[in-house]
């Protein structure tokens, strides 16, 4: 988990003014929404991911707009606290370089695009299992009941996008405490995504989905630079 550390001349206005009130709008409201699904999920579980995590779309538990609320989900605190520590790092420092409306297209185009390669990679574990089976597999109906949810895709984007405007940033990490420039952080993450994914370890992590948010974070950021939109509001 890497620190960062922005100023801002905005006066104090109490303790949730004082807390938040260097944060941007759009960051500061994701994360108000993060937190306030996390804490309808502590009410009433059950309905809450089955409503609102995302299924493999051949599921019968698949809702049209669960690509959109997966983002919102999370499964436990620390896959929360952390999902949501990395987006006000991240985040904050690139709606300041970007603007808001940009940053919230990139937020979201980063999700949705993790969840398009989670969900080809779920096709292509379906097919494999589908031909290898006489008959339907407990593996197939894993596949079909197991939910995804976390602002993970999204985050990972985040960070690729950082890292792209900001690649010499020194990043330290609290454990262990590693300080690197912010490009080879990037690139050793993405690397463990890669093994661990392949290899499945670490099962029950959407590997995939992360690697899809980098993804997804690069090719957008880097088709901005290209086209001299990046820095236009």
């Known amino acids: 988990m890497a620190q960062y550390y922005g100023y801002d001349n905005r006066p104090s206005g109490g303790f949730l003014s004082s807390l938040f009130g260097n944060i941007p709008d759009v960051t500061r409201n994701l994360f108000f929404v993060n937190v306030l699904m996390f804490i309808a999920t502590l009410i009433n579980e059950n309905f809450m991911f089955e409503t609102f995590s995302v299924f493999y779309p051949k599921s019968p538990y698949f809702r049209i707009w669960q690509p959109v609320t997966y983002m919102f989900m999370h499964g436990n605190f620390w896959h929360l606290f952390v999902n949501m520590w990395c987006l006000l790092m991240f985040g904050s420092a690139l709606e300041r370089a970007i603007g808001g409306k940009k940053y919230l ?19 292509i574990q379906a097919r494999a299992i589908l031909g290898e089976e006489a008959q339907i597999s407990q593996a197939y109906v894993d596949i079909l009941r197991t939910p995804t949810l976390g602002a993970s895709g999204a985050i990972y984007g985040l960070q690729v996008g950082y890292a792209m405007l900001y690649p010499n940033a020194l990043w330290t ?7 690197l420039k912010a490009k080879w952080f990037v690139l050793i993450f993405m690397g463990i995504e890669l093994f661990t994914g392949i290899t499945g370890t670490m099962d029950g992590v959407a590997h995939f989905a992360h690697l899809g948010g980098a993804l997804f974070g690069f090719l957008l950021i ?12």
């Open 173 to 179: 990490l609290i454990f262990p405490p590693v300080t």
């Open 222 to 233: 880097f088709y901005w630079k290209k086209t001299g939109k990046l820095w236009r509001r």
């Open 105 to 123: 297209l990139f937020y979201f185009i980063c999700g949705l695009g993790a969840l398009l390669i989670h969900f080809l990679v779920q096709d």
